[in-house]
């Protein structure tokens, strides 16, 4: 049961995020790099906000539960506004790193266009906040602490040199992860994944032709898309704005990084064509 | 470590230019062996200036497939030794053993007195490392070769029978399989013999870098097992600094053991160094086998002229004999690393120059970086609360640096260590991951907030 929760709830949170790496950039080691290095940014943003809102925790009274949840809101939003300042910095790095990218790739022409850049970058983004949002869910459903283990359970709660916040973490989320919020979280994770994408394409083309509505409408929906989840877990009321913002945001990627319905006729009308022809 | 690898690459690069600049036609001749294609557009320049530009081009355009060629042994090794903390108890119990050079206990009742015990285990062990660096630098300087050589295998005997029978035995013991005895040495016997001759002689590169993966994973295993907690912290903060100063230092003996030679114009030892020529041509020949051959006419060809690299380092005598033999001499008091890491420091391995139709050598790095990297992240999945994401940010943080070292690499063209940035990042991750992201992550997956 568990396991079947387990893959199934990997697969819907991973499954297209994998699926674009393996097709599109694990051939290329430049979009590694910068894959891993877009990770990492948001990574730093991560640390940055929970620093902020550490700092914010402590300075205040843990015993007031609605000054907590304030403080965690506030996190939220904080912690939204620096990715999109990470995001932009990110931007700034990979122009700069133009020139001597250039001089990296192969000479044969394939050096790596800012478009590609948004496209690695955001995915990077998108990938790194899935991991985090997800894998411990993950490895929580499969049992008490390890993955893929039979043995040990009968310590799990017993041992002694577990530290007590782990214990008591496992059974919060034990308590907690039902099958049904694994999968809503899966879902979300989803949608947040290919958002960062767009976004990062968006972002990027915004930048790229100063075009600071484009910015301003990225940083406001990544606001809306956090403030949409402070409605969990009435998930009614988060997935499907979420998922629709998410369709609208991948079309309009799409056609800002040039697609076009021709492009999209012609897609098919090729298939088509070698379809029929072999 | 470090120095094996800018060394490696250093030379690579150095032995390059000086190829390309012997002759006039080199540098077209060298691009058209590399890609496959026509040289391309080059506008013909000042001759010295467009050889020296494209030098630097040659050497900067192999850095992304360098640093893809050694994130995935590192992801590699990293996982098995993940995978083997999460899976494997044995490796997280605490049995109250420690290695003779950490003599000091942390159990102890107040936290000042945990602090100093702590750091004077890391100071014993560190100056234990520095004297087996003068030793073999000393040794070597004397050439005394056959002191080392013997030193090594006999330390590779060790860790390839003995720790691998440990190990397996626990993954047995951890899956509740059932084994006889005799079973178990026909495998062990194999396995060693096997990893024996790979490693000392000849064999097939790609069994090579495995045998390196594997035993670099142990040795971090065993470190993860008999280090105490704040000891294991500062070693590996400890290390990183006297990385940084042996390597750049001009009295560091590492600098000196280079120099050496480069004096005598020899290979130091290739023993102690992963090469990942043959990785980058699996890679290749993956995609080869997806179809996708026609876009990659390049790749094919620097397939075979990259085969040439891969047969010296065996007539060199394999990669890892020293390395495998300090790492056996040291599992058998199971003790310093310091030993296994001055080997591998002391090994940035000194090619001679490339054979004229070779021009993709790979990347070496040496294996004490792979296990204090593992280390690292063997320790965030061991005993990190933030589990998961402590390990994933370590791992983000270790990749970025070596990433971040090999770029300095390609702008300084000189030796630099490799340790220093990934282990600080990783650290800075650690802790600031455990401590201060796993909170938020707690309270925002509680409530179910999504940020």
């Known amino acids: 049961m568990t396991l079947a929760v387990f893959f199934g709830c990997a697969f819907i949170a991973f499954g297209p995020a994998f699926a674009l790496f393996v097709f599109t950039i694990a051939k290329d080691p430049l979009r590694v790099i910068i894959l891993i290095a877009g990770a990492f940014f948001w990574l730093l943003s991560l640390l940055l906000s929970s620093l902020v809102w550490f700092i914010a925790i402590k300075a205040s009274n ?15 939003f904080f912690s939204v506004l620096l990715q999109e300042v990470f995001r932009f910095t990110y931007y700034r790095l990979l122009r700069k790193a133009t020139e001597g990218l250039a001089a990296i790739t192969d000479d044969d022409g394939s050096a790596i266009s800012v478009r590609q850049m948004a496209y690695v970058a955001g995915l990077g983004f998108g990938i790194m906040s899935g991991a985090f949002s997800m894998i411990n869910v993950l490895s929580d459903s499969l049992g008490p602490g390890t993955v893929g283990i039979f043995g040990d359970s009968q310590y799990y709660f017993i041992t002694a040199d577990m530290p007590s916040s782990k214990i008591f973490r496992r059974v919060k ?58 409605l969990n877990p009435l998930y009614e009321g988060s997935l499907p704005p979420v998922y629709g913002i998410t369709l609208l945001m991948g079309v309009w990627a799409f056609f800002s990084s040039g697609g076009s319905l021709h492009s999209l006729n012609a897609l098919c009308t090729r298939r088509k064509a070698e379809g029929e022809s072999s | 470590m470090a120095d094996n690898v800018e060394n490696a690459v250093n030379n690579v690069s150095n032995d390059g230019t000086e190829v390309s600049r012997h002759t006039e036609t080199t540098p077209s001749r060298n691009e058209v062996e590399l890609n496959g294609q026509p040289p391309t557009t080059r506008p013909p320049q000042v001759l010295t200036d467009s050889e020296e530009d494209e030098d ?40 109250g053993q420690q290695l003779i050079y950490t003599p000091f206990r942390e159990d102890t009742e107040t936290v000042g007195q945990r602090a100093l015990n702590s750091m004077l285990n890391a100071t014993i062990m560190i100056s234990v490392i520095v004297v087996m660096t003068l030793v073999l630098v000393v040794l070597y300087k004397y050439r005394c070769y056959k002191v080392i050589q013997g030193w090594l295998f006999f330390s590779n005997l060790l860790l390839l029978f003995f720790f691998s029978f440990i190990y397996l035995g626990e993954v047995f013991k951890t899956y509740n399989v059932a084994m006889d005895y005799f079973t178990l040495a026909v495998i062990i016997w194999n396995f060693g013999v096997v990893g024996m001759i790979c490693i000392h002689w000849k064999g097939p590169l790609r069994l090579q870098q495995a045998y390196l993966i594997m035993i670099s994973a142990l040795m971090a295993l065993v470190f993860i097992k008999y280090l105490p907690e704040w000891t294991a912290w500062l070693i590996l903060a ?12 001009p009295k560091g ?13 020899e290979p130091i030892f290739p023993a102690l160094i992963y090469s990942s020529t043959m990785v980058w041509l699996f890679n290749m020949a993956d995609s080869a086998e997806t179809g996708n051959n026609s876009s990659h006419p390049v790749p094919q060809q620097e397939n075979q002229v990259a085969m040439a690299p891969t047969a010296q380092p065996e007539d060199d005598g394999g990669f890892t004999p ?72 370590c791992f983000v943080a270790i990749l970025i640096g070596l990433c971040l070292t090999l770029l300095l ?10 340790l220093p940035i990934s282990i600080a990042f990783g650290l800075v991750f650690y802790f600031a991951t455990d401590n201060l992201v796993r909170p938020f992550m707690d309270q925002l997956a509680v409530h179910q907030f999504y940020i």
């Not at chain 1, 843990?62 to 939220?76: A, E, N, P, W």
Request: charged content about 20%; aromatic content about 8%.
């Open chain 2, 322 to 393: 020293a390395w495998v033999n300090q790492q056996q001499h040291q599992l058998g008091p199971m003790q310093s690393t310091e030993d296994s890491r001055r080997e591998i420091q002391e090994l940035p391995s000194e090619r001679p120059p490339p054979v004229e139709d070779d021009e993709e050598r790979g990347v070496k790095l040496g294996l004490g970086d792979f296990i204090f990297y593992s280390m690292l992240v063997g320790k965030a999945s061991a005993t990190a609360s933030g589990d998961w994401n402590t390990t994933i940010a």
């Open chain 1, 62 to 76: 843990s015993q007031d539960l609605t000054l907590q949840r304030g403080l965690l809101i506030f996190g939220v």
């Open chain 2, 238 to 249: 400890a290390i990183s600094v006297y990385d940084l100063l042996a390597v750049l230092c």
């Open chain 2, 56 to 95: 630097e081009e040659l050497t900067l355009k192999y850095g992304a497939k360098h640093v893809i060629m050694l994130f995935i042994p590192v992801t590699l090794c990293m996982v098995v030794v993940v995978a083997t903390i999460k899976s494997v108890s044995f490796y997280t119990q605490k049995d």
């Open chain 1, 173 to 230: 989320t034990n308590l907690k992860s039902s099958s049904l919020i694994q999968k809503m979280r899966a879902l979300m994770t989803l949608a947040l994944t290919l958002l960062h994408t767009f976004w990062g394409v968006l972002f990027f083309e915004g930048c790229e032709k100063s075009c600071w509505w484009v910015i301003a409408a990225v940083v406001s929906l990544h606001l809306l898309v956090a403030g949409l989840s402070l």
């Open chain 2, 409 to 418: 690499l390609a702008i300084f063209k000189k030796a630099l260590p490799a």
């Open chain 2, 253 to 265: 003996p590492l600098r000196i053991l280079v120099e050496t030679a480069q004096e005598r114009n």
